[in-house]
Antibody, heavy 116, light 107 residues
Framework: QVQLVQSGAEVKKPGTSVKVSCKASGYTFISYYMYWVRQAPGQGLEWMGIINSRGGSTNYAQKFQGRVTMTRDTSTSTVYMELSSLRSEDTAVYYC?????????WGQGTLVTVSS | DIQMTQSPSTLSASVGDRVTITCRASQSVSSWLAWYQQKPGKAPKLLIYKASSLETGVPSRFSGSGSGTEFTLTISSLQPDDFATYYCQHYNSYYQTFGQGTKLEIK
């Protein structure tokens, strides 16, 4: 069965970076894109960007350009999302989701807390 | 950028009710629209894609319609498990945007 398993919760200080992983199983990894969405406490869903799991090309939401980097490791079927220059407003649950368009499978979410 | 606006923001209803949630796009998005259900502390769950296609395993009481700029999600007979927050999502090549969400509460 398809599974996306994300790394555990993180607590980071302002100005630092965080790298969240999303390990895929149960399907051919390179056949699907993966995208990242975040959700601040009590807020809605915010699309961050997408990565082509086969070739590694990316497209980021304008809001995160210059601060986000998405990569993948085909040998371990894992995608990564790194967000730099963290600020308190980046406190959120970060989700990976499989798909080029709509997300048919989602990770369980990773809480990133930014606090001094 | 295309903006997606959902209404209402909150909806109170009873078990057995028929409910409709609306999602409007700031410009035409053809049928490139999906609907998700999210429960507290859980990841979103895909319900509908391409405006009206029911995802495998989703109960048939959920249906989607619309094209262009106006879309609806309808639940024909509310069940206790349906009380959650619902989001619409526009998707196209390399870009996505979500509506702000509609919280469906028990009356």
């Amino acid at each position: 069965q398809v599974q996306l398993v994300q790394s555990g919760a993180e607590v980071k200080k302002p100005g630092t970076s965080v790298k969240v992983s999303c390990k895929a199983s149960g399907y051919t990894f390179i056949s699907y894109y993966m995208y990242w969405v975040r959700q601040a406490p009590g807020q809605g869903l915010e699309w961050m960007g997408i990565i082509n799991s086969r070739g590694g090309s990316t497209n980021y939401a304008q809001k995160f350009q210059g601060r986000v980097t998405m990569t993948r490791d085909t040998s371990t079927s894992t995608v990564y999302m790194e967000l730099s220059s963290l600020r308190s407003e980046d406190t959120a649950v970060y989700y990976c989701a499989r798909g080029y368009s709509y997300g048919d499978f989602w990770g369980q979410g990773t809480l990133v807390t930014v606090s001094s | 950028d295309i903006q997606m606006t959902q209404s209402p923001s909150t909806l109170s209803a009873s078990v057995g009710d028929r409910v409709t949630i609306t999602c409007r796009a700031s410009q035409s998005v053809s049928s490139w629209l999906a609907w998700y259900q999210q429960k507290p502390g859980k990841a979103p769950k895909l319900l509908i894609y391409k405006a009206s296609s029911l995802e495998t395993g989703v109960p048939s009481r959920f249906s989607g319609s619309g094209s262009g700029t106006e879309f609806t999600l309808t639940i024909s007979s509310l069940q206790p498990d349906d009380f959650a927050t619902y989001y619409c999502q526009h998707y196209n090549s390399y870009y996505q945007t979500f509506g702000q969400g509609t919280k469906l509460e028990i009356k």
